[in-house]
């Protein structure tokens, strides 16, 4: 899903920071900050990395999430990025042998949402690519987010992982699906899209209904006069479950029309 609106690339208030621990690869930590920019995290905090920093494959894979790499700090130690902080969420998908919460990103996203609005300072913290945080580092942190994946590979890299918890902490407060275009608004939410028509009233619904059947009839089609009412009913049925629009009820109408018409002409052209 492309797209990016330039002009409203800004923090959005309050939101976890992210912190990634001794991440390896420049290229990881750059698709990390773009999936924060997705979903309105725009702290970004880096333990140890391991190519040394500022990195300009960061950069590049960043995809115009500059300002998060630009504005990113770095720690020499987990316990020196996690200072200031009064909660913290570590995600891991090992279970970890210590007494500690489990949350779904689910859950953690209204949690989240729940402490932010008390004016708590959380952060969300991520291990290295290859082996995640160590034991020590989680318990570090006051809860575990595990997410339910297929045991059978439960490996997410860093980005996916900042994607699937930042969509959670993100969905509360979207006011709109997708963005907007030059063209056109962005969606205000799921269900149907009408652009350029709108749902077909009773009365064009019924006007269609009193048309294909008038058609029906005179072609013949309804056999004998005991299965019309029944035949009528499952086709009134079936248009009604589709939620026309008053576009479609009007191109069904033309259809009826151009067949009754065809039939007319070659009936005609028969009978000569």
């Known amino acids: 899903m ?44 880096i ?68 402490r932010i609005g008390r004016s708590e300072k959380l952060a969300l913290l991520f291990g290295r690519e290859r082996w995640g945080l160590n034991n020590d580092e989680v318990s570090l942190a006051d809860m575990i987010i ?14 996916q992982a900042v994607l699937l918890v930042g969509y959670e902490w993100y969905k509360h407060e979207a006011t709109t699906l997708g963005h907007a275009t030059p063209e056109l608004p962005a969606l205000d939410g799921p269900g149907l899209v009408t652009p350029d028509t709108r749902p077909a009233t009773k009365d064009e619904l019924y006007g269609f209904f009193h048309h294909i059947e008038t058609e029906l009839d005179q072609a013949g089609f309804f056999k004998t006069a005991e299965k019309k009412p029944g035949m009528i009913r499952n086709m009134r049925n079936l248009f009604a479950r589709a939620e026309l629009t008053e576009q479609e009820v009007r191109s069904l109408r ?12 070659r009936k005609g052209t028969t009978e000569e």
């Not at 290229?27 to 970004?44: P, Q, S, W």
């Not at 595990?146 to 980005?159: D, G, K, Q, R, Y």
């Open 146 to 159: 595990t997410a339910p994946v297929n045991p059978a590979f439960a490996s997410l890299n860093i980005a």
């Open 47 to 114: 333990v140890d990395p391991r190519d040394g920093w500022p990195n300009e494959r960061a950069l590049k894979t960043a995809s115009g999430a500059d300002w998060i790499i630009e504005k990113a700090t770095i720690h020499a130690t987990l316990e020196d990025a996690l200072k200031d902080l009064t909660y913290v969420y570590a995600t891991t998908a090992r279970p970890r042998g210590m007494i500690k919460e489990v949350m779904t990103p689910e859950q953690a996203g209204t949690d989240m949402r729940l």
């Open 2 to 45: 492309a797209g990016t609106d330039k002009t409203r690339i800004s923090p959005l208030g309050a939101a976890p920071a992210v912190i990634l621990v001794n991440p390896q690869l420049g290229e990881n930590i750059g698709t990390a900050a773009r999936a924060m920019a997705n979903f309105g995290l725009h702290e970004l905090r």
């Open 254 to 265: 033309g259809m009826v029309a151009s067949l009754t018409r065809a039939h007319l002409k």
